[in-house]
C-alpha cells in the first residue's frame, strides 16, 4: 500500500548538496527518524515505493536501506517489510560515566535492583586486583539497572574499603555506586577490557535475555591517587546496548 505522505516528508528532506544520491537519502531517512517523523517500528516505505516516488534507481535505495539496517537505524523483515528500529542505549567507550544519567539524559527513568551488598574476605585474585592482602576485607555488590523496566545492565563490583569504608552503608536505590565511589574517592585513572561473551543461566534471568543472546562485558578497574577504588564487571545485552567512542587526529 502506498504512503505518500511519508515519501513525500523524505523527498522534502533530501538534500541539494553534491552528495552520492544513496548518500542523500541515507541522510534524509535518518533526518526522519531524529525528528521523530518515522517512529521506532514504523513501517517504512518499500523498494518500489521508494523507486517510483523518488526517481530513483532500485541499487540505490537497495544500497541506502541495506547500510542504514547494518548501522542500526532500521530493521529488514524478510517478506514482512522494512521497518525503524528501537533505539539502542549507549555507553562511553572510552570514559567512565554514570549509568543513571546516561538513561536520564534519554530521557528514560532508571531503577536499581540490589541482588548481593555485603562484605567478605579476598581471595587471591580479589586480592591481586584491589591492591590488598588475602584475607582483608572487601566489599562485594551485585545489582541489576533498569532502562523504563527493562535490564540493560549487570554489575558486578568488588570496592576497595580502605578508599570507601561506608559503601556498605548507602542507599543504591537513590544513587549509584559510580556517584557515591566519584564523592569519596574522586577517579584519577582507570583501565578497561571490552569483551564478547554469552551470559551463564544466572545472568540470563537477571538481564531477561535469551541463552544465545551476545552480550558486552566491560571488565573495569579505577584508582584514585596511586589506590585501586574498584575492579568492576559491566554485562550489556548485545541487542539493547552499544559502546561509543570518540577520538581526535594530533597530526
Not at 548538496?17 to 518515522?38: D, F, L, N, T
Not at 523498494?47 to 530493521?75: D, F, K, Q
Not at 588475602?134 to 532502562?147: K, L, Q, T
Request: hydrophobic share 35%; charged share 20%; with cysteine.
Amino acid at each position: 500500500m502506498a504512503r505518500p505522505s511519508a515519501i513525500s516528508q523524505l523527498s522534502a528532506a533530501m538534500s541539494d548538496q553534491p552528495a552520492p544520491i544513496y548518500q542523500r537519502v541515507k541522510q534524509a531517512i535518518i533526518s526522519q527518524i531524529h525528528e521523530g517523523i518515522w517512529q521506532p517500528n514504523q513501517r517504512v516505505p518499500s523498494e518500489s515505493e521508494l523507486v517510483n516516488e523518488l526517481g530513483v534507481s532500485r541499487m540505490t535505495i537497495n544500497r541506502a536501506l541495506r547500510e542504514l539496517t547494518s548501522e542500526g537505524y532500521l530493521m529488514r523483515m524478510q517478506g514482512v517489510g522494512t521497518f525503524v528500529a528501537e533505539s539502542k542505549g549507549y555507553t562511553a567507550m572510552m570514559e567512565v560515566h554514570n549509568i543513571a544519567e546516561e538513561i536520564t539524559q534519554r530521557g528514560h527513568r532508571h531503577s536499581c535492583k540490589i541482588l548481593l551488598l555485603t562484605e567478605s574476605k579476598a581471595d587471591a585474585e580479589q586480592a591481586a586486583y584491589l591492591g590488598l592482602t588475602r584475607g582483608e576485607p572487601v566489599f562485594h555488590s551485585v545489582m541489576v539497572h533498569y532502562e523504563n523496566d527493562q535490564p540493560v545492565q549487570l554489575e558486578d563490583r568488588l570496592v576497595n574499603p580502605q578508599m570507601a569504608p561506608e559503601y556498605l552503608d548507602q542507599d543504591y536505590a537513590v544513587e549509584t555506586p559510580h556517584a557515591y565511589l566519584m564523592r569519596v574517592a574522586p577517579l584519577t585513572s582507570g583501565e578497561h577490557v571490552v569483551e564478547a561473551v554469552l551470559a551463564d543461566a544466572r545472568q540470563c534471568r537477571y538481564l531477561a535475555i535469551d541463552p544465545q543472546e551476545p552480550c558486552l562485558l566491560i571488565r573495569r578497574q579505577t584508582w584514585s591517587d596511586t589506590k585501586v577504588v574498584t575492579c568492576a564487571r559491566l554485562l550489556y545485552p548485545g541487542s539493547r546496548y552499544k559502546l561509543m567512542g570518540e577520538f581526535k587526529s594530533r597530526g
